[in-house]
């Protein structure tokens, strides 16, 4: 990991930061420090050449005061309880920030995906589900995908669920193939809150949003879709990146062209007629706007200055520490949080339950518009906060979030 600070150390600091502008109850405070809840499993499973896998998995349950869990679940080789519990925590944050009802959860197993079989990971996704099977559920918590679990993977936990259940409960979990009741518009969801963000983020440094120049660190489910709809919307992408690398072209990129490179190669870089670049020349881009949609700490103290965007859009949850967004903000670079920027995923996620709750499936157009109508509300919310308080995008956001939150809290009381 690049810079001093975990994951953990960042959300702490966010957290004091609000609190101490919103004059936060010292006592919930906190109370928000730590979550609800931290479930710690061993999961065990035969591997393909007949050995015992063993596997360090969480689940970590923040608050819940204004709704059910909600929150991705994360498969990687970094994976720690500490990273788990400051996803949860800005989960919180997150749905509290578009005004959806539902609390802030994480999940995470500690393994590699890539070295991995189909057959393992769906052994690896069943174990997992049966041993939080207790703590989840559609009135409990309602995990979704994250870094490197997708829809095949939320199936899996469907159906394991259901046959604990002994029926079948597509709302336990979201991000589903359509076929099994996932929502019209879930895959882009998340990327097409991102870019309408940096839209409107543009309209306010007056900047031509249909003619801007974008790099994407992260060619995943975010960064792809990410790069593909502003690519639709006219913007000229010219790099993006993977684990791997990157790749950079002034001419400007064929996003499609480049994700099929990738499934064929398996990375962006040696993409034909580009410049292979690093992961952190790619930060260091030229470019109207920056969207990091890989992981935490990725831009710090140590390379702030040297980011050259006029617009940074957060795809990743918790891509910049505090030390490096008071550099942002100095260089006069307008960010848009996480917590609202990739908020979209979620939001279509809250989409997805209540179609699955009402049994009702709504149009492609219907998902986009109701989206399109959230995030614009969030995105004017967080920035009339942020003129009325004199503060940067990330300290408006994280006010308006831990106020609702806070507010739910007091509004509840304490049992008993
Ligand atoms: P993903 O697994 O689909 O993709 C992750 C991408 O990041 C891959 O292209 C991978 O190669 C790349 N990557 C991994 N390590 C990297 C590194 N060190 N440098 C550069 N690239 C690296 O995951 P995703 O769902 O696209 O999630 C990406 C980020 O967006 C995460 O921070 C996640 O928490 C956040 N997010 C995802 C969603 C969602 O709906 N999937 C919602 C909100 C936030």
Redesign the pocket.
């Known amino acids: 990991m690049k810079g001093q600070q975990t994951a953990l150390d960042v959300a702490l600091e966010q957290l004091k930061i609000a609190a101490e502008k919103l004059k936060l109850d010292s006592g919930i405070h906190e109370m928000l420090k730590y979550p609800k809840r931290s479930l710690i499993v061993s999961i065990t499973i035969r591997m393909d050449d007949g050995s015992i896998g063993v596997f360090k998995g969480c689940r970590v349950q923040h608050w819940d005061a204004r709704g059910p869990f909600k929150g991705?679940i994360?498969y990687h080789p970094n994976v720690t309880l500490e990273e788990v519990t400051a996803?949860a925590m800005w989960m919180t944050w997150k749905c509290a920030v578009v005004n959806i009802p539902y609390g802030g959860a994480k999940g995470g197993i500690c393994c590699n995906p890539k070295e991995m079989s189909k057959n393992e990971l769906e052994r690896l996704t069943r174990r997992y589900t049966s041993l939080i099977l207790d703590y989840i559920g559609p009135y409990r918590d309602v995990p979704?995908?994250?870094?490197?679990t997708?829809a095949q993977t939320m199936a899996w936990i469907m159906d394991t669920y259901s046959q604990f259940k002994g029926y079948s409960v597509p709302e336990c979990v979201t991000?589903k193939p359509i076929s099994v009741g996932g929502s019209e518009g879930r895959e882009e969801?998340?990327s097409r809150g991102v870019i309408i963000c940096a839209r409107e983020a543009a309209k306010r440094v007056g900047l031509s949003f249909k003619d801007a120049t974008v790099a994407v660190?992260?060619?995943?489910?975010?960064?792809w879709n990410a790069a593909k709809i502003a690519h639709d919307m006219g913007c000229k992408i010219v790099a993006v990146?993977?684990?791997?690398g990157g790749i950079y072209c002034q001419e400007g990129l064929n996003p499609y062209k480049v994700y099929e490179h990738k499934l064929k190669t398996g990375s962006v870089v040696n993409y034909p007629k580009c410049k292979d670049i690093s992961?952190e020349e790619l930060l260091e881009t030229e470019c109207d706007i920056l969207i990091p949609?890989?992981?935490?700490n990725q831009i710090t103290g140590a390379n702030a200055d040297k980011i050259k965007a006029k617009i940074v859009a957060e795809?990743?949850?918790g891509?910049t520490t505090p030390e490096a967004d008071k550099i942002l903000h100095e260089k006069g670079i307008f960010l848009v949080p996480?917590i609202l920027a990739?908020a979209g995923?979620?939001t279509v996620s809250y989409f997805e339950w209540v179609q699955n709750l009402t049994r009702e499936h709504w149009t492609l157009e219907e998902v986009n518009r109701k989206l399109e109508n959230i995030m614009m509300r969030a995105f004017n919310d967080v920035y009339s906060l942020m003129e009325r308080e004199k503060e940067d995008m990330r300290t408006a956001a994280l006010m308006l979030g831990i106020g609702r939150v806070s507010e739910a809290i007091k509004i509840l009381g304490l049992w008993p």
Not at 217 to 223: A, L, P, R
Not at 241 to 244: F, L, Y
Not at 293 to 296: D, F, K, P, T
């Open positions: 991705g994360r996803l979704a995908p994250d870094v490197y997708d991000g969801a998340t660190q992260g060619y995943g489910n975010v960064g990146s993977d684990s791997v992961n949609a890989a992981l935490e795809g990743a949850n891509p996480d990739n995923g979620v």
